[in-house]
């Protein structure tokens, strides 16, 4: 199946620092989601970005499909952007079946 | 309702007892899936439903696990004679469309289970 690596594992900014999320995927794909995890265990849908660039708000997302991989920008943090990070590709032949990564922990600090 | 609910939020049961878990997905979505997520991990892929139709299992891990969406709406993941591995957070999910490639897919709170 695919193979979706994610950059860094850990990361911990102080609040209003800007970060960058890195998300690797090993074959092409037509669904590429980033969900955040927070501390209260809510996931919660942030991009669906299967190429292209969105924004919204502080967050904004890029997707090089050619190149595998998609990056997810967060500006100015706030303490409330802490949580897990994850980024979703559907599983080759299918078009239902996500595969996540391990997610990139993201702690913001006061 | 206004978001995909889960029930029970929170099971402790004793080893070899059966567990349902509830699903109840975003009125008026077509697609209904089942994910598992362990400590430190992302949620894996269990089932998929189209309406009432099934139509991919191949995530369960065994035939301990079972799943059923009957009026194509609610939802119930089963465990049977469960077992300490089957502890982890089982999510649900919605999407509007019956092909889900290019929908956003909402995810409910989860059911953390543990096996005691």
């Known amino acids: 199946g695919i193979q979706v690596e994610q950059s860094p594992p850990d990361l911990i900014l102080q609040e209003g620092a800007n970060s960058t999320l890195r998300c690797n995927f090993s074959?092409?794909?037509?669904?590429l989601q980033w969900f955040h995890q927070n501390p209260w265990g809510q996931l919660i849908n942030l991009f669906y970005?299967?190429?292209g660039t969105k924004q919204n708000g502080r967050l904004s997302a890029t997707t090089v499909a050619t190149e595998r991989y998609s990056l997810l920008y967060i500006s100015s943090s706030q303490t409330t952007d802490s949580g897990v990070y994850f980024c979703?590709?559907?599983?080759?032949?299918?078009?239902?079946?996500?595969?996540f990564g391990k997610g990139t922990l993201l702690t913001v600090n006061p | 309702g206004a978001g995909v609910s889960q029930s029970p939020r929170y099971k402790v049961t004793k080893r070899g007892q059966d567990v349902a878990l509830r699903c109840d997905p975003i009125?008026?979505?077509?697609?209904l899936y089942w994910y598992r997520q362990a400590l430190g991990q992302g949620p894996e892929f269990l089932t998929y439903?189209?309406?009432?139709?099934?139509?991919?299992k191949s995530g369960l891990p065994n035939d301990r696990f079972s799943a059923e969406r009957p009026e194509g709406s609610i939802s119930t993941l089963t465990i049977q004679r469960t077992e300490q591995r089957d502890s982890a957070m089982y999510r649900c999910?919605?999407?509007?469309?019956?092909?889900?490639?290019?929908?956003?897919?909402?995810f409910g709170e989860g059911s953390w289970l543990t096996v005691v």
């Open positions: 970005i299967p190429s």
């Open positions: 074959d092409s794909v037509n669904n």
């Open positions: 979703a590709v559907d599983d080759g032949g299918s078009n239902y079946k996500l595969t």
């Open positions: 009125s008026g979505h077509v697609s």
């Open positions: 439903f189209n309406y009432e139709a099934q139509q991919d």
């Open positions: 999910a919605s999407s509007p469309f019956g092909n889900p490639s290019g929908n956003t897919i909402y």
